[in-house]
């Protein structure tokens, strides 16, 4: 029997690359939003060897640590190395790490970035910690009102359980998008997102937010 995650993963490309498909044929760009963490890695891989016009899509994160590429934590480093290779190697990437030390000091010139692509975005695949975060939305962070409230782009965080300070796209932007889809695996995360969906306060879990966006579960053990 085939792997679980590995079908998951193949099914979500093909939907991903068939609504980036159904986009270009109505606009001159399609806009595709990812999340990084370690569930993407074989979604990536799959969609990356799919036929697409490629050229006329251009990618873009939930959310970044704020680390160079060159570390191992960087989501622009995993999306080249994973999604950007083979037949997607021709999309157009669109990173949210700026030279700023800070998120901070980065999140104006981020924005501007940001501004110029195709908006409102054809996909967006958001992922979830056991926490109940998805992108960089946590319920520990002082941010956590501000990047589900506010109409700006993006916010900078700094939350108590992670590494790194952070960027994320605010709850807002992610919400300006076509298509929702939710990528997580294994029963810790399933039982989270069975928690989630009876609620309403995002405050608690920051899924919440994009419970009715529609949201296409997409989940495997
Ligand atoms: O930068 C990130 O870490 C992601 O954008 C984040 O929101 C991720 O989707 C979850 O943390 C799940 O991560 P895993 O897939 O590693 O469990």
Redesign the pocket.
């Known amino acids: 029997m085939s792997d679980p995650r590995e079908a998951l993963a193949g099914q979500l490309a093909e939907a991903v690359a068939s609504a980036l498909a159904e986009d270009l044929r109505h606009q001159p760009r399609a806009l595709l939003v990812v999340?990084?963490?370690?569930?993407?890695v074989a979604f990536f891989r799959a969609l990356a060897a799919t036929p697409l016009e490629w050229a006329r899509v251009d990618v873009t994160l939930?959310?970044e640590?704020w680390v160079e590429e060159s570390d191992s934590d960087s989501?622009a480093r995993l999306v080249r190395e994973e999604l950007l290779q083979h037949e997607a190697a021709a999309a157009r990437f669109v990173g949210l790490k700026t030279a700023a030390g800070t998120p901070e000091e980065g999140a104006e010139e981020a924005a501007a970035r940001l501004e110029a692509l195709a908006w409102p975005a054809s996909v967006v695949v958001?992922?979830?910690?056991t926490d109940g975060?998805?992108?960089?939305i946590f319920a520990d962070s002082p941010e956590l009102e501000l990047a589900l409230a506010t109409r700006d782009p993006l916010v900078a965080v700094r939350a108590p359980s992670q590494r790194q300070p952070r960027i994320t796209l605010s709850a807002d932007r992610l919400h300006r998008a076509r298509r929702h889809f939710l990528h997580i695996t294994g029963d810790a995360k399933r039982d989270v997102l069975a928690r989630a969906l009876p609620g309403d306060d995002a405050r608690e879990l920051p899924i919440r937010a994009f419970l009715a966006c529609p949201l296409a579960i997409y989940w495997a053990p």
Not at 35 to 40: A, R
Not at 133 to 136: L, N
């Open positions: 999340s990084g963490g370690s569930t993407p939930a959310d640590r989501n958001l992922g979830m910690g975060h998805t992108a960089s």
